[in-house]
């Protein structure tokens, strides 16, 4: 699939109109624009006129380029958009394969119980995509943001998505926004897509990432500083000499975070690391493409000179004096320096035994990744130390597991007593069958995640869930103590011997290049194809066509619930067991609201 490049025909008109549709909003409003803006500018939907819209009040439609939607919500837009009387859709579109496979034992065996489970959703995905022409990702295939920033997403573009972590690839300069089933069947049927013009955040990256410290740890204390509700209703445009030195998958890790601090979408303008990432996964023509457009594809030099002229908050982080962060438990946002989180966890009396380590998912499981993580793991069997927790990698694509797997990297996690989970979210969005002796007992978790809310891994309230990167994980898992500095502490090896674990060392791409035998794509198909329901499904219920609304309908309408304190995508419709109920109605109803306060 590396040599496959999606949509080309639309990627080459899109990049020969771009530029004129920057100037022209540049001409309008008079003035330098930030990369955020030019995307934004130049997706205005033809009903709304170019003008100066006010942030964080006009609302304005958009003509997104893609819409990517995953298996739990894709199943409610989907049965939504066959009630559209639309033959296919009309923007570029995906399903992805990856919310309904449960974390048990280990790939394999997990992967025959899912596709056994969840046969009539997968079937019906699959029928409906090849029928409407919507390319679809088979289970197996991979996290649907890692598949986007590896086929799909690219620099300039604006996409949505049915999921909260879409906003993965402004790791490619994109603007990409997570979205709700209804607003994925607005832009598949060809209706403008409808936000709040955001607000602007710039954050100023100076000085160069060292030692142990990952992208991972700039949004960890991006988080630390704005909060779960510090970013709401902006996005947040990264920026400066620090940016430039970071991998795309990196920045792709920073970006996945933003939902975390509530933001809108975040990203970074097109450069040199972008280009060699689209190189790396067989788009060598969109790079040369993003290459004769270079100047369009980030903000505008004044912008970044004087950034708070035009952005509405600037922060600047110093990479150079940045410090890893394990950020928990309960909440992302509680960030942790690495120097100080030893005594934060006497302090608050956390469980101190770790108990598991998990790697991997759609926030960390790029190539670089795991090649960092497996530079501790390598010293850990060769230094002679056992492992004291239990560990576990989820790659983020079948193309990231085909390649680490080629390249001995799954062997040294492996070594070292590691499993290797199934291509898909997993544990990280609660499907993991945990094997614990009391349920109920206070345990700590650490992983390389995004959201670490109560019960939100393995649905024990006392499980303290910690986030960090990698490497970090993978180090504490090996120590199995939250107390272990692994910049500056030693573990006792199977000698008795005092040792002291490196630095990771990581690889931003594959020298031998990606590989895979089988992606998992299925395209769309040529003939008739009849989409697979079947009438007794508790599972899957087809709808019927709203009648349209009048505006007397729309009068003296009550608020049915205020909810108070934090309200994420996960208080509104939990995941979990609930996700199997995500294309019925009637049964998915139960579930509205049921983790608000």
Known sequence: ?????????????????????????????????????????????????LANYKRGSDYVFFQVDRVAMQDATAQMALLQFMTCGRKKVAVPSTVHC?????????????????????????????????KYGIGFWKPGAGIIHQIVLENYAFPGGMMIGTDSHTVNAGGLGMVAIGVGGADAVDAMSGMGWELQMPKLIGVKLTGKLRGWTSPKDVILKVAGILTVKGGTGAIVEYFGPGAEKMSATGKGTICNMGAEIGATTSTFGYDKTMARYLRATGRSRVATMCNKVADYLTGDPECYENPEKYFDQVIEIDLSKLEPHINGPFTPDLAWPLSK????????????????????????????????????????????????????ITPGSEQIRYTAERDGLLDEFEKIGGVVMANA?????????????????????????????????????????????????????????????????????????????????????????????????????????????????????????????????????????????????????????????????????????????
């Open 1 to 49: 699939m590396a040599s496959t490049i999606f949509d080309l025909k639309m990627l080459r008109a899109f990049y020969a109109s771009f530029p004129a549709r920057v100037d022209a909003a540049k001409a309008k409003l008079n003035r330098p624009l930030t990369l955020s803006e030019k995307i934004l500018f130049a997706h205005l939907h033809p009903e709304n006129p």
């Open 425 to 597: 979210c997993g544990p990280c969005i609660g499907q993991w069958a945990r094997h614990m002796d009391d349920k109920k007992r206070p345990n700590s978790i650490m992983t390389s995640f995004n959201r670490n809310f109560t019960s939100r891994n393995d649905g024990n309230p006392n499980t303290h869930a910690f986030v960090a990167s990698p490497e970090i994980v993978t180090a504490f898992a090996i120590a199995g103590d939250l107390t272990f500095n692994p910049k500056r502490g030693k573990l006792t090896n199977k000698k008795g011997e005092l040792v002291k674990l490196d630095p990771p060392k990581g690889i931003e791409l594959p020298k031998a290049g990606f590989a895979v035998e089988d992606a998992g794509y299925i395209a769309p198909a040529k003939g008739a194809i009849k989409v697979a329901v079947a009438k007794d499904s508790q599972r899957l219920q087809l709808l019927k066509p709203f009648k349209p609304i009048t505006n007397e309908e729309l009068q003296g309408m009550r608020v049915l619930i205020k909810t108070k304190g934090k309200c994420t995508t996960d208080h509104i419709s939990m995941a979990g067991p609930w996700l199997k109920f995500r294309g019925h109605l009637e049964n998915i109803s139960n579930n509205c609201y049921i983790g608000a306060e």
């Open 98 to 130: 990856d919310h309904l496979i449960t974390a048990e034992v280990g790939a394999d065996k997990d992967m025959v119980v899912a596709l056994d489970k969840n046969k009539e959703v997968f079937d019906f995905l699959s029928t409906v995509s090849q």
């Open 341 to 392: 989180f030893a005594a934060a966890v006497k302090k608050n009396k956390y469980p101190a035994k770790l108990e598991v380590g998990l790697i991997g998912s759609c926030t960390n499981s790029s190539y670089e990744d795991l090649t960092r993580a497996a530079s501790i793991a390598r010293q850990a069997k060769e230094k002679g130390i056992e492992v004291k927790a239990e560990f576990t």
